[in-house]
């Protein structure tokens, strides 16, 4: 109801005249006026609508005032409505009190003052228009309570709600981290797997380069066991089968960080294998009393080649994890390279046992030939001179003996460097020292040689200062008649060959210079290496056992001086020889 709406007053009086007296005072208020005539109809009246006040005539047939008012009281939505009553009878003290018992706010008499009557409504009116106003208002608290409550319940429904789906959440997070725990986990695990092959990757390709870098397994499998502890063991151990047939211990390293240090004898007992055959996989040690006392586990792996039983390899570790398959495989194949490693060095001492009994051959077969070749020479020299001074040959017997003469020279340069080279190998190639003009050198080599070549011209440039170095003349005349000699079997006949001396700086150098084949450029690196000899060569034409330029090496460096040589296939080749000044 709206503060300003009109409200209703009840007026209850039997006479009709006495309800428009009522009417024309109260109507100035602007009230809605209900009228009812009884009692009962006042009851009705009630029952349908609220008022703001009742007017009740006291004096009424049937059902008076007091009777009507005690009905009104005992009903709980009229039981508070103001009601005055109005009588023009009963103004006794006893209707009073009784009106006024019966819940009146007023008890009137007629005749009625308007203004009082008018005033004393208003009151009323204005009452019920406040407490309407405040049950209203109460009324919209309690919506407003209500609204509250529906709200609150609703945010209960959403928390709990929000609730649930917090713990779901929550779940799923404790879901997918422990999937997130287990795949990482799994991930470590492979990292750890996986930096394991690489060092066990690192430890072959080291060991490989190890076992490689010498032929001396004396001394590369002490490092190859020291590299292994602590890389892939905390004890190892190689044994290698001796020349009784039975297993030797080569090496034993242990890693002095370990406390569990015990070494493994040469026959891995049963029980440090976990009772299982000998070659077999790696065995977790059975029992702490056993000969594996202190390791968790151990790996014997047999080094064989060729079906031989060669040695073994122990590996022992102390740690956590024990050995698995793959350290096993990676045992094996360090055993392959030892292996591999044994052979070589095994070959390689086969190689210098043939090596040592070619050069003692060489170096016997020398000797034995040299002394009647010394002989043979100085016989047909002596016949020579005799032919030459008696006469008495023929023609034919003259170029016999010169023949047999020219054969055994060249036997006897064989003979010779044969022998240079023996020395050369046993380190018995000495060099006297002495000062030597080489200018003198070359002009008398020139004098002695050109007479016997007639096939080629020998050009021989030296400066006018004297070259002098300390040496062995025999030696250095060797050197260069060598290189003569090279030159003249190297190329054609009618070509030309130069010998320039000059000074370089503190250096002689020489120069033997020719126009023949040359030497084709791959086969340079090698041409002082003994018994080397060039492809361009035309070996069964041209004579020569390849020891000529390694010996006049040997010679030039024993003298503190170098040989070198530069060539053009078809063109040429020209050596130099460099020695210091005295
Ligand atoms: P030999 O001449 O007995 O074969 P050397 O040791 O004197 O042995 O020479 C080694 C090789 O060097 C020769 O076989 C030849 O191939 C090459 N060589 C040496 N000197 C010359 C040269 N002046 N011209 C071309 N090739 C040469």
Redesign the pocket.
């Known amino acids: 109801m709206a503060s300003d709406s009109p409200v209703n007053i009840l007026l209850v009086d039997d006479h009709a005249e006495n309800l428009l007296a009522l009417e024309a005072i109260l109507s100035p208020l602007g009230e809605r006026l209900v009228f009812a005539h009884s009692g009962s109809e006042a009851l009705k009246c009630l029952l349908q609508q609220d008022f703001a006040a009742i007017l009740l005539d006291v004096q009424m047939p049937d059902m008076d005032g007091f009777e009507t008012a005690a009905l009104i009281r005992g009903r709980v939505r009229s039981q508070s409505t103001p009601i005055i009553f109005l009588t023009a009878i009963n103004k006794s003290e006893t209707h009073v009190f009784q009106g006024y018992s019966l819940g009146a706010v007023d008890y009137l008499f007629k005749p009625l003052v308007p203004d009082v009557l008018r005033s004393k409504v208003a009151v009323f009116v204005d009452l019920y228009r406040k407490s309407e106003e405040v049950r209203q208002q109460a009324e919209r608290l309690r919506e407003t309570v209500s609204e509250l409550e529906h709200q609150i319940s609703e945010r209960r429904r959403a928390e709990a709600a929000l609730q649930r789906a917090h713990d779901e959440l929550e779940l799923r997070v404790e879901e997918r981290t422990a999937g997130l725990a287990a795949a990482n986990h799994a991930l470590q695990t492979e990292i750890a797997e996986r930096e394991r092959a690489q060092r066990g990757l690192w430890f072959l390709a080291e060991a490989g380069r190890l076992l490689t870098a010498s032929l001396d397994y004396h001394t590369t499998l002490p490092e190859v066991a020291a590299l292994a502890v602590p890389a892939i063991a905390d004890w190892c151990a190689m044994d290698l089968v001796g020349e009784e047939g039975a297993l030797e211990r080569l090496v034993e390293v242990p890693d002095p960080s370990t406390q569990a240090a015990f070494p493994l004898p040469l026959q891995v007992s049963a029980a440090a294998q976990g009772k299982q055959p000998p070659s077999s996989k790696p065995r977790r040690a059975a029992s702490p009393t056993s000969a594996s006392q202190g390791w968790t586990s151990v790996i014997r792996v047999p080094v064989e080649l060729r079906g031989q039983h060669l040695g073994q390899i122990l590996c022992a570790t102390a740690g956590e994890r024990g050995y698995d398959d793959a350290d096993q495989t990676l045992v094996e194949a360090l055993a392959r390279r030892v292996a591999a490693a044994l052979d070589n060095a095994r070959l390689f001492e086969e190689a210098k046992e043939a090596l040592r009994a070619r050069d003692t051959f060489l170096s016997i077969a020398a000797h034995e030939l040299k002394t009647p070749l010394t002989v043979l020479v100085g016989y047909i020299e002596v016949l020579r001179r005799r032919v030459e001074r008696e006469g008495g040959l023929d023609e034919r017997n003259l170029r016999a003996l010169q023949v047999v003469g020219e054969h055994s020279n060249r036997l006897n340069r064989m003979i010779i460097s044969l022998l240079d080279l023996s020395r050369i190998e046993t380190g018995q190639l000495s060099i006297e020292r002495h000062e030597v003009e080489l200018g003198t050198l070359l002009r008398r080599l020139v004098e002695e040689t050109q007479p016997m070549m007639e096939q080629h011209r020998l050009l021989l440039h030296c400066p006018e200062e004297p070259l002098v170095i300390t040496g062995d003349e025999l030696r250095l005349h060797q050197v260069l008649h ?2 003569i000699q ?2 003249v ?3 054609r006949a009618g070509s030309a060959i130069h010998l320039d001396l000059r000074r370089s700086g503190n250096e002689a150098l020489i120069a033997v210079r ?1 126009e ?4 084709p450029g791959d ?1 340079l690196p090698q ?1 002082f290496s003994r018994f ?3 492809p ?2 035309d070996m069964h034409r ?9 010996v ?1 090496k040997e010679i030039v460096t024993l003298h503190g001086g170098e040989v070198e040589v530069e ?1 053009v296939e078809g063109e ?2 020209t ?1 130099f020889i460099r020695l210091p000044l005295a």
């Open positions: 060598n290189l090279n030159a079997k190297y190329s020719d023949g084949i040359g030497i086969a041409l080397y000899r060039a361009n060569i041209v004579g020569g056992m390849g020891i000529g330029l390694f006049v060539s040429g080749s050596f």
